[in-house]
Structures are given as C-alpha cells and as structure tokens.
C-alpha cells in the first residue's frame, strides 16, 4: 500500500461527487415528476422496480466478471452506458414522448450500469487503502452521497420548474462525463486472479458463482448478516417509496415540503458519515449495524403515528432515519470489506445487492395495496416496527455478534 491513496480517493471522491449531484437531482426531479402528474404509489413503486429489477436479476453473472474485468475500465464503461442511455431518452422527451413507459426504460437502463458501477468500486476500495482506514473511507463516502443528497433535490426541483424532464437529464450525462474523466486520472489495482478465472466458459462462469455464494456460505455471521439485512431492506424499500406521498397526502406538502424532507435526510446522512470519518469508532461493528436498524425503524414507526400538524416532528425523524441509514450502510460494507478476500468482493456485493433487492420487488409490489387499504401512515408504522424488531433480535444470536470482533477474512 503506498501513501499516494489520499491523493487517489480525492480525485475520485471528486469525480464521484459530481456524479451523485447530477444523479440526485435528476432522481429527485423524476420523484416530482411522477408524483405530480400521477399521484399514485403504484406509479412510484413500479418505478422503483425498473430501477432496481435489472440490477437485481444480472446482478449475481455481473459480479463474476467485475472480478474478471479490470475495475477501473469497468466503472468507466458502466458511467458511459448510463450516459449514453440518458442521453437517448433525452432525445425522446426533446421529441414529445414522454410517457410513463420511457421513464421505466430509463430508469430499467440506468440500473443496468449500475449493477457493474456500484459494486465494481466497493470492490477495488480494500485494493487502495489500507484495512484500518476502511471505516473512515466509508464514512467519508456516506458524507459525499448525503451532501449530494442534500444539494441534488433543490437542484432537481429547480431544475424541473425551469425545464422540462428531457432537458433535466442531461444533467446526469454531465455528471457521468466528469466521473469518468477522474477515473482516467487515477490507477485502480485489481486483485490476483487463479488461472482458472482466466477462461470465460458458461460452466466457469457458474463455478465462479459458486465462490462467491461460498465466500458467504462459509462464514455463519456473514451468513446471518446477510439475512438481517435482506428482511430490513424488504421493509425499507416500501417505505422509501411511499415517503413523498406521505408528505404530500398526509401531511398536505407540496413540492418545497417534498425537498425539505429530501434535504434532510442527507443532513442526517452527513452527520452519521461524518462521526463515522472524524472519530473512526472502534465499537464493535455488528452493535452498531443492530442499534441503527432500531434507531431508523423507530424514527419510521414514529413519523407514522404523527398527526397531520406534525410536519416539523416529521422533519426531525427523517433526519434520524438519514443518520441511521448511513451509519449502517458504511459499517455494514465496512464489514464485507474487512472478511472477504478481495478476489470474491465483486461477486459478494453483487450478490447482496441482488439477493437484498428481489424480495424487495415482492414489498414494493404491495406498497399501493398497503398504501390504499390500511392507509400510508399504519405502513410507516407497521413496517418501522418490523425494522426495529429485526435489529433487536440480532444482538441474540451469539455468532452473529462474534462477526464484530473477527479480522480473519474468509477466502
């Protein structure tokens, strides 16, 4: 490990910030979009499902080849397919389709780069800094994704009160161009590969799998982990998608009420990354990955129960979800990242974010069924209950909790 990884994280960091900027006022302007035109959870959820579903179902085969691929060139083909992608729908809105279905293929289209971007850099993160520092880095990328979460919605509403959504996204090619171009400034290492990983045949592609699901398999705690995580983000996914209704119906927001909460998420997201990247807790990681599961179904489950008047009570819960979220996030990759031989990370975080998302689908399908049946406001609290629940029972198996205190990591 040389002492060049500063340098290297901040021009990539860079280049990542604009990125996530563009993405997330682009996202948030495609959220008011659709919320203002339709109204409908079923419109928001099936939304999130071709946002999601692509990476979901190629996710797994994807992660096979970014441990075969080189990482940097990987990133770099994945952002200009997503630009190119945005930049076609552009083309379409500018000629006057702009229907519900070109949105669904857009977002359908932007997921299928991700599904190599994504975990193609939280694989090559081990590769540039050195193990003790892990933390940190995460928690630095959770104050980069939040402050773009805080300046992407004003810069998506204003954006989508200015001009139309075809004109809107060409702001992510803007972003996409800049990250790229600081991923050609920098040297990316890839990890030692077998000889057998050499061939791309069908059945080595499958045995190549089969590592990754056995890097998991192996390691019980992992295994436990795993599974936690996949029943909370079941829950979340549902609840994430009902959040500008809730603002908009129960509170009776619009859309400045609809960027506050955005806002204030990523202020929660900045706080949690940043105590994370200043004080590099040396708690036990798997504590806290638990307590914030409490921490962000409690905030859920209360911004539920909240009155129609209660818009400022709502404001402060979000927040708490926002910091609740990124600590989590940050330590639970943090963990990956520590146990898993570097040569399996591409299959392994594929694999997760696949796995954590199908069933989601499942949860997302519900959402206007819940949302219409037992009303938005019992959804946050019924499924915020179950969030909590889940990080509560974790601190009861024994394995589990001895994750947090291993540095041996599984091959």
């Not at 993405?23 to 979009?33: P, R």
């Not at 979460?149 to 090619?173: E, H, R, T, W």
């Not at 954590?356 to 219409?372: E, H, N, V």
Request: with cysteine; hydrophobic share 55%; proline share 4%.
């Amino acid at each position: 490990m040389t002492t060049t990884w500063k340098r290297t994280f901040a021009i990539i960091w860079t280049g990542q910030f604009v990125s996530l900027l563009s993405s997330s006022a682009v996202n948030f302007a495609i959220i008011i979009w659709l919320s203002l035109e339709t109204g409908s959870a079923e419109v928001l959820a099936f939304a999130a499902i071709a946002a999601f579903l692509p990476q979901t179902i190629i996710g797994p085969f994807a992660g096979v080849f970014i441990d075969r691929w080189d990482r940097k060139r990987t990133m770099i083909l994945a952002d200009g397919f997503i630009a190119a992608c945005t930049g076609v729908m552009s083309v379409l809105f500018y000629l006057g389709y702009s229907e519900l279905m070109f949105i669904y293929i857009l977002l359908a289209l932007r997921s299928v780069g991700s599904a190599f971007h994504m975990p193609a850099m939280q694989a090559s993160v081990p590769l540039l800094a050195p193990k003790s520092e892990l933390l940190r880095i995460g928690g630095i990328n959770q104050v980069i994704q939040s402050v773009s979460s805080i300046a992407g919605p004003a810069l998506g509403a204003l954006a989508i009160g200015l001009m139309d959504i075809g004109y809107v996204l060409l702001l992510d090619i803007g972003g996409a161009v800049f990250a790229i171009a600081s991923l050609l400034l920098v040297h990316i290492p890839n990890p030692e590969k077998a000889t057998t990983e050499q061939t791309a045949g069908i059945g080595q592609v499958l045995r190549d799998l089969a590592m990754g699901i056995n890097a998991v398999t192996s390691n019980r705690g992992i295994s436990w982990l795993f599974g936690f995580s996949i029943l909370a983000t079941f829950c979340i996914m549902p609840v994430a998608v009902l959040f500008p209704l809730l603002t908009l119906q129960h509170f009776g927001g619009g859309k400045f009420e609809m960027s506050i909460i955005e806002v204030v998420w990523g202020i929660g997201m900045l706080v949690g990354g940043g105590l994370l990247g200043i004080f590099k807790p040396t708690l036990n990681k798997v504590i806290i990955i638990n307590s914030m599961h409490i921490l962000l179904g409690v905030s859920l489950a209360a911004s539920g129960l909240l009155p129609a008047t209660g818009f400022i009570f709502f404001v402060a819960l979000t927040v708490l979800g926002g910091l609740a979220a990124s600590i989590y996030n940050a330590s639970f990759t943090t963990v990956l990242q520590e146990r898993i031989n570097p040569a399996m990370l591409g299959r392994v975080f594929s694999m997760y974010f696949s796995i954590a998302l199908l069933p989601s689908m499942i949860g997302l399908l519900s959402t206007g069924f819940l949302a219409d049946t037992i009303g938005i406001s019992v959804t946050f609290v019924m499924l915020g209950g179950v969030i909590g629940l889940i990080g509560i029972v974790s601190f009861f198996v024994p394995v589990l909790m001895r994750l947090g205190t291993k540095e041996k990591r599984t091959n």
